[in-house]
Nanobody, 116 residues
Framework: QVQLVESGGGLVQPGGSLRLSCAAS????????MRWYRQAPGKGRETVAT????????NYADSVKGRFTISRDNAKKTVYLQMNSLKPEDTAVYYC?????????WGQGTQVTVSS
């Protein structure tokens, strides 16, 4: 059974940093690109960042480019999101998923709140 467990969220002041982790199990992690999504209150889920199966290729939403960095450790079956220079508009629940496995259930997500 596929499991995606996100962690690392919290309350941070504007300009601060957080590092999110997503531990995956139940599928061959190293075969799949992974993606971070987020959903702000009252809004739809949006793509934040994507990383290829080897970690060589990455892609970011314009809103986070230059501030966020996605990475992965295939040995640990974990994908990370380093978030710097956080803004109030980054407040959301963050989720990870393999875009090639849209049929998997979503994890519980991790709440990120950016506020002074």
């Amino acid at each position: 059974q596929v499991q995606l467990v996100e962690s690392g969220g919290g309350l941070v002041q504007p300009g601060g940093s957080l590092r999110l982790s997503c531990a995956a199990s139940g599928f061959i992690f190293s075969n799949y690109a992974m993606r971070w999504y987020r959903q702000a209150p009252g809004k739809g889920r949006e793509t934040v960042a994507t990383i290829g199966s080897t970690g060589r290729d990455t892609n970011y939403a314009d809103s986070v480019k230059g501030r966020f960095t996605i990475s992965r450790d295939n040995a640990k079956k974990t994908v990370y999101l380093q978030m710097n220079s956080l803004k109030p508009e980054d407040t959301a629940v963050y989720y990870c998923k393999a875009p090639g496995r849209s049929y998997d259930n979503w994890g519980q997500g991790t709440q990120v709140t950016v506020s002074s």
